[in-house]
């Protein structure tokens, strides 16, 4: 399994990112995908979840209305579209199933 993150950078708050996670090594569209973020000094938390079809998602609260997770199946690629972005969303961002984690990408939001 090799799980790879990228589109993380600085943001100004208000900002939009949209992070991919590109997949191999694992039948990708039957497993659901997760994305999780640590910040320095804080335990690292589930942000989305989306099921094997993208048929169902789920969000922390703090980032719902804000973020959107969705998968592509045939690129074995899913997404993280970020909007509104708050200096409280920096974090490096990880994505993650079967109990893989990928190397993560930094998201700066500041001014």
Known sequence: VQLVESGGGLVQPGGSLRLSCAASGFTFSIYAMNW???????????????????????????VKG????????????????????????TAVYFCNTLGHWGQGTQVTVSS
């Open 36 to 62: 999780f973020r640590q910040a320095p000094g804080k335990e690292r938390e589930l942000v989305a979840f989306i099921s094997s079809s993208g048929a169902y998602t789920h969000y922390a609260d703090s």
């Open 66 to 89: 804000r973020f959107t997770i969705s998968r592509d199946n045939a690129k074995n690629t899913v997404y993280l579209q970020m909007n509104s972005l708050k200096v409280e969303d």
